[in-house]
């Protein structure tokens, strides 16, 4: 009788989980408050429940990706956009722990999925992503132990952060398709615009009275005036919120540029949410990602630079044009603050008194020289907040905890300078590898994943996001793989093996593991 519950149970979760994790995701919004009280507690049941929720939602993502790849994935891109927003009208009922439960489903899914594909020798080690991604998480796994960091809870903390959305690569690759791209892209297009919407609803409307003791237990810091702040949307962060939106804006921008025209509804409305965000460099980074697309069109590889350049020339000129315009508008006092943020900041990017681009940069310089510093590095957790999290100390730098906003500089100071150059080689290799499909294929998610790398650079692996770093690392994976398919001749090992062959023997990924497919 046990067993055969267990065996039924089994094939509820992993046979039928793409239609129990829709059925989950639908019933959520009218079980929030089921076990509501007045105080925002749940007592003793606040941390069984937080630990059910969390297991459950884990149990139905990966045994739909293993069973049904496509429902799978689709449920991962609906699901972690909405992490945030799940998590803040979960207080009422079960309260507010810093430690969340549901954070960890995603590293904690991909981690049991590469744990699979790894056992049953899935993974080929003689494809030159692959063997960069595997040189790299050596590496990251030794700086768990990094004393520098301020312990070893610290470095698992960031572990899951930066270790965790690298497993995924081989997720994607493994379990994903073609048309698993497409749908992923869809889905951040809808994703894009709800999500927008609730940002909208935050700045313009009114705060929920769950959305403001959010920011109070979590110490939100993200104000413009003392009574003016930058919203958050679904998400967790600004940042997210921000670099989500743009993702789903750069697809609608590839799908329209294919003759969809019915995507530049989308795309206009996100676009407009990102400029009113007031995040600077958002819309810098919008317009670049629209540019380069758009260069990209041209088969003839001569006349892509030449393209960008007058695309930079005709962005600029009217980006400039825009600003000084809204400077005329009547806006009520909210949008006044952020437009102004915005118009002070872009016009004059160099002025340190109305922009921060130069404190950005300074940012930038420490992180490349940190390397030359701290060849060792600090620990996975100094560059997160796993770091204030849990090591002494409540604010950065207080407790070791730096963060140069930029992925490859944050990976070059929690990782020395080994890691952040391997780091470094493999978005070089992802970005030959994106491009290289797009000049074989020519296919409308090629294009918009040449995009999507653009509008993400430096957030590709960025600590504390906890959906655009797993998105864009399961979707690397598909890529590679499809390219390796399309054309496994291209493949240059050469060069990456030589920069491998300097690693110290035992970091080195070996093709005598006997790892194939």
Known sequence: MLVHLTVS?????????????????????????????????????????????????????????????????????AFLPFLGLIRRELIPSIGYQSNEPLTLIGAAVGTLLFIRIASNRWISVKNTTIKITIALLVVMVLQIFNPNQGGILVGLGGAMFYIGPLLWFFVGRHHGGKQTLATIGTVLVIVSVITALVGLRQQFGEMSSVERYWMVVSKYRQFLTDDVVRVFGASLSFGEYVTLMSMGAM??????????????????????????????????????????????????????????????????????????????????????????????????????????????????????TSGIRNPIGRGLGSTTIAGRRFSQGGTDGEDGTFSTELDFTNIIVSTGFIGGILYMVLMGRMSWVIIKLWDIRRTSTSLEWIAIAVVTFGNWLQGGYYAPSILIWTCFGIIDKLLEQEAPALVPGKIVSRVISLLPEKFRPLDRTGLSH
């Open 251 to 368: 697809v609608a921008w590839s799908r329209f540029m294919q003759r969809k025209y019915l995507y530049a509804l989308p795309f206009l409305f996100i676009s407009a949410t990102i400029f009113l965000s007031s995040s600077r460099a958002g819309v810098v980074m919008l317009l670049a990602g629209c540019i380069v697309s758009w260069s990209f069109l041209d088969k003839r590889v001569v006349t892509r630079i030449p393209r960008i350049i007058i695309g930079v020339a005709i962005g600029v000129a009217g980006l400039l044009i825009g600003l000084n315009q809204t400077r005329s508008l009547n806006l009520d006092r909210n949008a006044a603050v952020f437009v102004e943020h915005q118009v002070e900041g872009l016009t004059n990017p160099l002025g340190s008194e109305r922009s921060t681009a130069t404190k950005h940069a300074g940012l930038v310089e420490i992180g490349f």
């Open 9 to 77: 149970l089994r094939n509820l979760l992993f046979r039928h989980a793409g239609i129990v994790g829709c059925a989950v995701l639908m019933l959520i919004p009218f079980t929030l408050g089921l076990y509501g009280i007045d105080e925002p507690s749940a007592g003793a049941l606040s941390e069984p429940l937080r630990i059910m929720i969390a297991l459950i939602v884990a149990a139905v993502i990966g045994g739909s990706i293993v069973q049904y790849p496509m429902i799978g994935f689709s449920i991962l891109a």
